[in-house]
């Protein structure tokens, strides 16, 4: 689907329904201005006839005098008043807007995110928003007072000068003529330089991500060059819609000043036969170029529309997955008392339609067990712990929750039942201390030391320059590979009401002791929860109460792991070639 297509200018319409109100207010503003011009130019013309022909004093003309001067603050507290109606509206709309693209992007979830560079995404909601802001706070008012100015000043032009009034109509229309013929051309300029900085925001997001890997391996001068080439593609096609831009807006003022002068000429010549009174003559003129302002400041902001008919394209994908972030919470529960039992029914998943993730995938986790999912790497282990965080929905058969559906259960309620340790877990900027109570807010000390020494993070601390309040840089910065995943044990173990926990490679990064630590708190765990638990390792398994091996995105064996390695199967030649 290409951008500036019929599709993104119909999304832009649906989102601009809120404005139709503020709009017409804005209209009824730009209304009575435009009569204030009106009148303005009767006065004036009125003044003039007087004083330069008729020789009247202008003392006697004090009157007219006063009800200019009251009209020109009147006409600008009015212009105020359209554009600050119609732009605290689109402020409105485009927070809404902005909102909901945001709750579309949360509810792609982690995988739906993993298929969009970083780069990318921030440029759509930062860049793309403005884009779509600045149509909705601009380019729409500037259209319906396109729309109502022109006619309603020939309302008055015409009973002054038919002639004069018959060539404003006829001439009007060149100017959105002339804007359809250079449509295409400014649709396709934006269009590239759009995607332009699309290209450009991610590689500058990728270089900032690894920069520090870029310069260890002395890539970082290859890399700022690539930055440097994005960015001079970026200004030339910058300098592209510009040039269009100045192009269309030449065009649009010789066609509105050619026509000014036509009635301009014609007035001219109608005085000297006398088939025109002067009055009506000065009248006409001082309207003329008002007549055309509108048509011409439109013209000057149609880049404002190719831009966002380019961004809308790209933003609409995100707004169609807000609805369904933003539906009302369903109203099944799940069980939160005991550890529930859990149960894999033919579960189908496809990664954006490449070869299946999961297939047929039919197997139990027993409650207050550890269940240990095993296999080779893309064998399908981390993309059914997605399936049970709700973060990915099977295309196929169903999970159960004690009988439940996991797809009918409340999914924020549900997630406050589960703790989560990632293989590579998340640090945000901040001391130790802010990175525990991300999982429990309210959890005071006791409870953070609790945590602390049964995770094995107590003995960090004490290495640590500041203890619980040592700063840590985003990512982690400042901690191991095995600290950190100590760090995310101990906020599993903050989450005292979750009822399961999911295992990402726990002891990925630990050593022997510490893998042994960490398998003796996820034994102590499960007395009370239901555990699965995926691994790499066979050895982290062994404690195991249960193992399902996978295999191509199926199940290929289950049981216990004992029972398993006598088998002589798959499981027992994974176990021996890791022995070996």
């Known amino acids: 689907m290409r951008r500036g297509d019929p599709s993104a200018g119909e999304w832009l319409r649906r989102q601009a329904r809120p404005l139709r109100a503020p709009l017409a207010r804005s209209g009824l503003l730009t209304a009575l201005q435009a009569l204030a011009l009106v009148a303005q130019a009767w006065l004036l013309s009125a003044i003039l006839t007087a004083a330069l022909f008729a020789h009247a004093p202008l003392a006697r003309l004090w009157p007219q005098w006063l009800a200019l001067l009251v009209l020109a603050p009147l006409r600008l507290l009015l212009g105020v008043g359209a554009r600050r109606t119609a732009f605290r509206a689109a402020q409105r709309l485009g927070a809404s807007l902005r909102a909901r693209v945001l709750r579309g992007a949360q509810a792609l979830g982690p995988y ?45 032009v015409f009973p002054a000068d038919w002639l004069s009034g018959l060539i404003l109509l006829l001439t009007a229309p060149l100017i959105p003529l002339f804007m ?19 290209r450009l925001g991610a590689a500058f997001i990728e270089a900032l991500g690894g920069l520090v890997t870029l310069r260890q391996i002395g890539a970082a001068g290859d890399f700022a060059e690539r930055l440097d080439a994005e960015g001079e593609a970026y200004r030339v096609l910058t300098m592209q819609v510009l040039r269009v831009a100045f192009l269309s807006a030449l065009v649009l003022e010789f066609f509105a000043t050619v026509s000014i002068a036509v009635v301009a000429v014609l007035i001219g010549f109608r005085l000297l036969w006398g088939e025109l009174t002067l009055r009506a003559g000065l009248f006409v003129l001082l309207l003329a170029p008002e007549f055309y302002l509108p048509l011409r400041a439109l013209g000057g902001l149609r880049h404002t529309r190719m831009d966002a008919l ?29 550890a529930p039992q859990i149960r894999f029914e033919r579960v189908g998943y496809e990664h954006g339609g490449r070869a299946a993730a999961l297939s047929e995938c039919s ?40 009988g439940l ?85 101990a906020r599993a173990l903050l989450r005292e009401q979750a009822r399961v926990w999911l295992l990402d490679e726990p002891t990925a990064h630990l050593d022997s002791a510490g893998a042994q630590a960490v398998g003796a708190v996820i034994r102590a765990a499960a007395e009370t929860r239901t555990v699965v638990l995926v691994a790499h390792r066979l050895s982290a398994v062994r404690a195991a109460d249960r193992v399902v091996v996978l295999g191509g995105g199926r199940v290929i064996e289950q049981g216990p792991p004992l029972e398993l390695a006598r088998a002589r199967g798959v499981y027992a030649e994974l176990l021996q070639a890791e022995q070996s």
């Not at 809308?312 to 005991?338: M, S």
């Not at 790497?377 to 929750?401: D, E, Q, R």
Request: glycine share 10%; charged share 15%; proline share 6%.
């Open 405 to 489: 559906e996991l797809s009918e259960l409340d999914v924020a309620q549900w997630r406050a039942l589960v703790a989560w340790v990632p293989q590579q877990a998340h640090v945000f900027e901040g001391s130790v201390r802010d990175n525990l109570l991300l999982a429990a807010p309210g959890a005071d000390a006791g409870a953070l030391r609790r945590a602390a020494e049964r995770s094995g993070l107590a003995a960090v601390l004490e290495r640590l320059p500041h203890g619980w309040q040592t700063p840590l840089g985003e990512r982690g910065l400042g901690l191991s590979g095995g600290e950190l995943q100590r760090l995310a044990l």
């Open 310 to 338: 380019a961004a809308a394209q790209e933003l609409q994908g995100l707004d169609a997955v807000a609805p369904e972030a933003a539906a009302a919470p369903r109203a099944v529960h799940a069980p939160h008392e005991a």
């Open 112 to 156: 739906g995110l993993r298929a969009q560079a970083s780069g990318d995404l921030i440029t759509r909601l930062v860049d793309g928003i403005d884009a779509v802001l600045a149509y909705f706070a601009r380019y729409l008012p500037q259209a319906a007072s396109a729309a109502l100015i022109p006619p309603l000043l020939a309302m008055f």
């Open 180 to 198: 359809m013929l250079v449509g295409k051309a400014a649709a396709q300029a934006s269009e590239r330089r759009y995607g332009q900085l699309r």
């Open 363 to 402: 197997f139990a986790v027993p409650a207050r067990a550890v269940t240990a999912l095993v296999g080779a790497s893309g064998a399908g282990k981390s993309t059914l712990l997605s399936v049970l965080l709700g973060f990915a929905a099977p295309y196929t058969g169903h999970v159960w929750i004690d």
